[in-house]
């Protein structure tokens, strides 16, 4: 299925992840069919496309195509794809029709053969490196940042992993977690201030390394550890080792994985993100405590920090809407009439349970407030008396540059409008935010680094003026809008 230059069909206000990245080592066996199925457990982290990358040990082959990994892999093309080691990648981008063009795992020649490289993240200084290995007289197929990182391997390759990865690590400056295949190896390595997840583990006698740890059990894979920041794994006939890339910075992974992006089931920093958010859920009661007769999650991110807030106010749970399973992703634009129906495509009001109530509304996070504004107008035309709004993301104000699309400053509801005017604009009865703090301490003590950059504008690692400048503008009139996104890719890619 060609699903190339169709734009996915997506109202959904929540911050998108960029991607989902996998490797396995698999002796033995084939590996394409277990990557199609870890990919499906990183599905979440991108939905626009996906790709697997094979080696039997001599040639690597692949194949990567727009759409849901299930609707991309069949099992006649997954028998295209022999081989006992592989990578894969499921995507979320944010241009239109160079998608296909873009998608990954990137191939590359090199000296030492084929290589296919899947990333995760945004590089920030895409331009620079760029333009210097143009004038090298490099040539690129995609306007990829994925694509620098591959080059840059292959270039330093012949004086193996360790050696190319630091070279990585020296030149690269941003998020990026990557698993990379070649004929005959397999590795995967996390930047200097690990922005982005990376885990490796074993899988009966051979080994794997994903984005997280939910991918691990579905494929009978048990994750053994975490890469640290600067860190390398690498696999082969010789087993798993690991090595270092760069010398450890300060750890600042991204908070928004804890908060939203990376699925419940999975753990990082050593703890499962469901009690992560339940316990995010507990301070947020503490903190904005309210007088209310039930706690209502926005399904599905928002039920364990619902849970959370029940149990720590003592306010009965109760589920207030049903979302389908099955519309949030499709190729089907609907019509005017249908769009205007907007958030109740996907959630559905259970009046029953709200009618006359006073009531708690827990969700992940606001980015431009039109969700959230529709869930609340929902809730009270479902009988609601009360609509207290309580978020576990404290407010974002600022965008990110390190692989997760959100929206321009002009478009971030908290920073366009202070805590009051947000409420009046949200038409909720009350809104409260977890603070940093407190959405720090639910993760735990003593625990490495974070990055904040979004909740407080302290970027980690320095973002060039002309990035912050583009992101930093409101967003463009109507007119304007076929000029910006002929920008923006190269910088957000
Ligand atoms: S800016 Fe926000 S979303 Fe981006 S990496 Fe930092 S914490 Fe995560």
């Known amino acids: 299925m060609n699903l190339a230059g169709l734009k996915q069909w997506d109202d959904d206000d929540s911050p998108k992840e960029e991607c989902g990245v996998i490797g396995l080592y698999t002796p033995g066996q084939e590996a394409a069919l277990t990557t199609f199925f870890g990919l499906f457990a990183l599905q979440h982290r991108g939905q626009e496309s996906a790709g697997i990358a094979v080696s039997d040990g001599n040639r690597v082959r692949m194949h990567r195509d727009m759409g849901l990994v299930s609707q991309i892999f069949t099992p006649a093309i997954l028998e295209t794809l022999p081989g006992h080691m592989s990578v894969g990648h499921t995507r979320y981008s944010t241009t239109g029709s160079s998608l296909l063009r873009n998608a990954q795992?990137?191939?590359?020649?090199?000296?030492?053969?084929?290589?296919?490289?899947?990333?995760?993240?945004?590089?920030?200084?895409?331009?620079?490196?760029?333009?210097?290995?143009?004038?090298?007289?490099?040539?690129?197929?995609?306007?990829?940042?994925?694509?620098?990182?591959?080059?840059?391997?292959?270039?330093?390759?012949?004086?193996?992993p360790e050696k190319a990865v630091a070279e990585v690590m020296r030149r690269c400056k941003g998020a990026y977690s990557v698993t990379v295949l070649t004929p005959k190896m397999l590795f995967g390595f996390r930047d200097p201030d690990g922005i982005r997840p990376l885990s490796a583990g074993t899988r009966g006698t051979g080994f794997m390394v994903a984005s997280e740890t939910c991918a691990f059990g579905p494929v009978g894979g048990t994750p053994t550890r975490e890469l640290e920041p600067g860190e390398m794994v690498i696999i082969d006939a010789e087993g798993m080792r690991f090595a270092r890339g760069a010398e450890k910075a300060k750890a600042n992974m991204c908070l928004f994985e804890f908060i939203y992006f990376a699925r419940p089931d999975s753990n990082?920093?050593?703890?499962?993100?469901?009690?992560?958010?339940?316990?995010?859920?507990?301070?947020?009661?503490?903190?904005?405590?309210?007088?209310?007769?039930?706690?209502?999650?926005?399904?599905?991110?928002?039920?364990?920090?619902?849970?959370?807030?029940?149990?720590?106010?003592?306010?009965?749970?109760?589920?207030?809407?049903?979302?389908?399973?099955?519309?949030?992703?499709?190729?089907?634009?609907?019509?005017?009439?249908?769009?205007?129906?907007?958030?109740?495509?996907?959630?559905?009001?259970?009046?029953?349970?709200?009618?006359?109530?006073?009531?708690?509304?827990?969700?992940?996070?606001?980015?431009?407030?039109?969700?959230?504004?529709?869930?609340v107008k929902m809730m009270f035309e479902s009988g609601a008396v009360e609509v207290h709004v309580r978020i576990t993301a404290p407010p974002i104000k600022f965008p990110c540059f390190y692989g997760i699309d959100m929206a321009s400053k002009g478009e971030l509801a908290a920073a366009r409008m202070n805590l009051e005017q947000l409420t009046a604009d949200l038409e909720a009865t009350s809104l409260g935010y977890l603070s940093i703090e407190g959405a720090v301490d639910?993760?735990?003590?003593?625990?490495?680094?974070?990055?904040?950059?979004?909740?407080?504008?302290?970027?980690?690692?320095?973002?060039?003026?002309?990035?912050?400048?583009l992101a930093f503008e409101d967003p463009p009139e109507v007119g304007e809008m076929a000029a910006v996104s002929k920008v923006q890719p190269a910088l957000i890619e």
Do not use: W
């Not at 499962?272 to 904005?288: F, K, S």
């Not at 735990?444 to 400048?469: H, S, W």
């Open 105 to 160: 795992p990137i191939y590359c020649q090199s000296m030492v053969g084929e290589i296919a490289v899947a990333h995760n993240g945004n590089l920030i200084n895409t331009r620079e490196l760029r333009d210097e290995m143009e004038a090298a007289g490099e040539h690129f197929d995609t306007s990829s940042d994925s694509e620098l990182i591959a080059r840059i391997l292959v270039g330093a390759l012949a004086e193996g």
């Open 442 to 469: 639910a993760v735990g003590e003593n625990k490495p680094g974070y990055c904040l950059a979004c909740f407080n504008g302290n970027y980690p690692i320095p973002v060039p003026e002309d990035m912050t400048k």
């Open 268 to 375: 990082m920093y050593g703890e499962l993100l469901y009690d992560v958010r339940e316990r995010m859920g507990r301070n947020l009661a503490i903190e904005h405590p309210v007088d209310a007769d039930i706690i209502v999650p926005v399904p599905d991110s928002g039920i364990p920090a619902a849970f959370g807030f029940s149990k720590q106010s003592g306010i009965p749970f109760q589920e207030g809407m049903m979302k389908s399973r099955y519309i949030h992703r499709t190729f089907i634009q609907p019509d005017q009439a249908l769009r205007e129906l907007g958030v109740r495509m996907k959630l559905t009001p259970l009046i029953e349970h709200i009618r006359g109530k006073k009531i708690v509304l827990v969700d992940d996070s606001i980015v431009r407030g039109t969700t959230t504004k529709q869930l």
